[in-house]
């Protein structure tokens, strides 16, 4: 054998080996880690989406109103938002 000491420490090297992997086995582990994956992954497309996602119609009018809320909102009352926010937690 090839042992050797470092520093008072003896070390024996390992013999170099080679992992087998049986491939049958391996073949069978990833095709059940697809079906599982399949599965969460319906899941979870099942709680995100809503039911009728595919024959819905979106309201397009609604989100530019939406839109268009919001742009007021920041241009009319933000400042005033701002300036209670100031007055409130800065003086």
């Known amino acids: 054998m090839m042992n050797f000491n470092i520093d008072g420490e003896e070390f024996i090297p390992q013999?170099?080996?080679?992992?087998?992997?049986?491939?049958?086995e391996w073949k069978e582990k990833l095709i059940e880690f697809d079906k599982s994956f399949f599965h969460y992954f319906e899941q979870l497309t099942y709680l995100i989406l809503p039911q009728n996602y595919q024959s819905a119609q979106y309201d397009f009018e609604l989100f530019l109103n939406h839109c268009h809320a919001r742009m007021e909102f920041r241009r009319n009352e933000m400042e005033e938002y701002e300036r209670r926010f100031n007055e409130n937690f800065n003086g």
């Open 15 to 24: 013999m170099i080996t080679r992992r087998e992997f049986d491939l049958d």
